[in-house]
């Protein structure tokens, strides 16, 4: 059976070249293990990245974009599937739906929403698939340690697991896919 990961990312092209090799690593490692890579659909930044290199090694890439920023031609144009969602809302949904588990690399406030949102789905029974926070050169620290002060002054449940964290590519993945 194959299985589908939903990979939150930046978009930015302003990005360190070491974080574009490790989403090249994640999209090529995807497609050598015939795991459906399902992003938001970009063609730059990280998200280009990891959409090149899965469909470089023959994998299955779904882009799922909203209406205006496919408009905007801001799609990827090697996608092996693009969905045209009505809007951001309906494009997470979508990525969701269609997802086994999910994987945040380095991104900025849009990954940081698409993260918390299926923590929170995860939480609420809404996604049952596990969630993994790619902390790639400590990227996530401070996240972390806000979301481990949350559990602690009660905000949150202690030691409730809602999501993984990850060091590595392989880490990442594999704990996506349970």
Request: charged share 25%.
């Amino acid at each position: 059976m194959n299985k589908s990961i939903v990979v939150y990312c930046a978009s930015s092209s302003k990005i360190d070249e070491a974080f574009l090799a490790s989403a090249r690593e994640l999209g090529s490692l995807m497609a050598q293990k015939g795991v459906t890579l399902i992003d938001g659909g970009g063609q730059t930044g990280l998200m280009g990245a990891v959409n090149d290199a899965c469909i470089e090694e023959g994998g299955l890439a779904i882009g799922i974009i909203p209406r205006f920023m496919d408009e905007r031609g801001w799609a990827h144009p090697g996608l092996s599937r693009k969905i045209v969602a009505d809007d951001m809302h309906n494009r997470k949904k979508t990525m969701a739906d269609m997802a086994d588990g999910a994987i945040a690399m380095p991104g900025g406030v849009g990954t940081f929403e698409e993260l918390l949102e299926i923590i929170t789905w995860r939480k609420l029974k809404l996604f049952d698939g596990n969630v993994v926070i790619f902390n790639d050169r400590g990227y996530y620290d401070p996240l972390l340690e806000m979301l481990d002060k949350a559990a602690k002054l009660g905000f949150t449940k202690p030691g409730e697991k809602l999501f993984d964290v990850a060091y590595t590519v392989e880490e990442a993945l594999k704990m996506a896919l349970g």
